[in-house]
Nanobody, 123 residues
Framework: QVQLVESGGGLVQAGGSLRLSCAAS????????MGWFRQAPGKEREFVST????????NYSDSVKGRFTISRDNAKKTVYLQMNSLKPEDTAVYYC????????????????WGQGTQVTVSS
């Protein structure tokens, strides 16, 4: 079993930055690819970014490419999402997904989820 806990969300003005963290416990963190997804009110959960087990492969949605950076520290069992140049449309609950065998953009490929952290970007 894997437990994931997100942190780092908050309220920020447009153009600002936030850094999300997702700390994992339980099974070996480095065995899994990790992903970040988000869900705005009334919308489905959407892919944001993913990173492979070793960190060599990353992928981003078109809406965040060039503004967000995903990284991981396997020794600390933590994955990060650095979010720069935030826009009001980035407002959502951000979820960390774990347990995928590859860096996937599909929520169904992830076995474990955190409780989410709210990100609100004001205009």
């Amino acid at each position: 079993q894997v437990q994931l806990v997100e942190s780092g969300g908050g309220l920020v003005q447009a153009g600002g930055s936030l850094r999300l963290s997702c700390a994992a416990s339980g099974r070996t963190f480095s065995n899994f690819a990790m992903g970040w997804f988000r869900q705005a009110p009334g919308k489905e959960r959407e892919f944001v970014s993913t990173i492979s087990r070793g960190g060599s492969i990353t992928n981003y949605s078109d809406s965040v490419k060039g503004r967000f950076t995903i990284s991981r520290d396997n020794a600390k069992k933590t994955v990060y999402l650095q979010m720069n140049s935030l826009k009001p449309e980035d407002t959502a609950v951000y979820y960390c997904g774990g347990g995928s065998m590859w860096a996937s953009s599909r929520p169904r490929d992830y076995d474990y989820w955190g409780q989410g952290t709210q990100v609100t970007v004001s205009s």
